[in-house]
């Protein structure tokens, strides 16, 4: 880091000239996404502590010091995260080529953190595609690749998907490892009242069919608060802003996450659309629930 200065009592520094916030979202932030707060800095301030924002930034600038799969790591020692990995020696098959990993998206923050954490540890140059709002959190940009999952017709948020997919195709092609979360949202609460993915997105399974390379599916047992899943029901919007809280809701939490056999491309040919291969490899991820059981369900 070549420079710390106070904007606005935010430590800011710059890299390579750029700035780079050690906070997640502040309030110069917030005023830009939604011009009714401005002036009104103190309402910024209890929004973030109710819905803990403020304790977000505060971990994020702990680790901002060491950023990528470090900070991943970092964060979750802050946090008292006990993390159990089943057939984890499944990641060191391919050490000096490509694959890619499936996950379930049950957590909405954290399994992404666990996740660069766990296969990072493995190939420090992996990478997940996550929405691009996550662009804020900066100290996991490296890990990071960014599109927008709403798929909005926005013009600018459009070219950058595009920059995200053309950086996806480019990241395995060079040899190196990448993550999909392919719901593209959060699970939720199902009509047979069972928490799980939506189907999961042809945008990504047409990928991995164009990739061709081996599929490790990883499967993230628990789940959110019951508080978190009833405002899903209600607006995706509230379950969002509970995100934050739901980290910190995890504190000495006992986490379970099952890797699966790998899926080789031979395999993979034979689904003819992506939505075929997308119903398969979530199958195959949820399969890893019942093989492994519940044992990780120990809080809700």
Not at 166 to 182: A, L, W, Y
Not at 263 to 283: C, N, R, V, Y
Request: charged share 25%.
């Amino acid at each position: 880091m070549e420079e710390i200065k106070q904007t606005d009592n935010i430590a800011t520094e710059t890299v390579e000239g750029k700035p780079v916030k050690r906070t997640v979202l502040d309030y110069d932030d917030v005023v830009k996404m939604a011009p009714f707060f401005k002036g009104k800095p103190k309402l910024v301030n209890r929004i973030f502590k109710l819905i803990s924002m403020d304790k977000v930034n505060w971990i994020h600038s702990l680790h901002f010091d060491t950023p990528g799969v470090p900070f991943c790591t970092g964060l979750l020692g802050t946090l008292g995260c006990d993390i159990k990995v089943d057939n984890e020696e499944v990641l060191d098959a391919f050490p000096n080529q490509a694959f890619i990993t499936v996950s379930n998206h049950i957590f909405g923050a954290l399994d992404g953190i666990m996740l660069i954490d766990l296969v990072g540890r493995h190939r420090p140059k992996f990478k997940v595609m996550v929405n691009m709002i996550l662009k804020h959190i900066t100290a996991m940009n490296p890990n990071m690749i960014f599109v927008d999952a709403l798929a909005s017709n926005d013009p600018e948020k459009q070219r950058q998907s595009k920059i995200g997919i053309t950086e996806t195709i480019r990241q395995v092609k060079s040899g190196e490892p990448m993550g999909f979360f392919p719901a593209g949202a959060v699970s939720k609460v199902t009509k047979k009242l069972r928490i799980e993915d939506r189907d999961w997105q042809p945008v990504v399974t047409r990928l991995i069919q164009k990739m061709k390379v081996p599929v490790v599916p990883i499967f993230f047992h628990g789940r959110n608060s019951n508080w978190f899943n009833f405002l899903g029901m209600i607006s995706w919007k509230l379950r969002t802003l509970r995100l934050p809280a739901e980290v910190f809701n995890r504190k000495s939490y006992k986490f379970r996450i099952s890797c699966g056999e790998p899926i080789m491309p031979e395999e993979l040919a034979k689904f003819a659309t992506p939505e075929e291969l997308g119903a398969f490899l979530k199958s195959k991820t949820y399969a890893l629930r019942d093989q492994y059981g519940k044992k990780s369900e120990n809080k809700s």
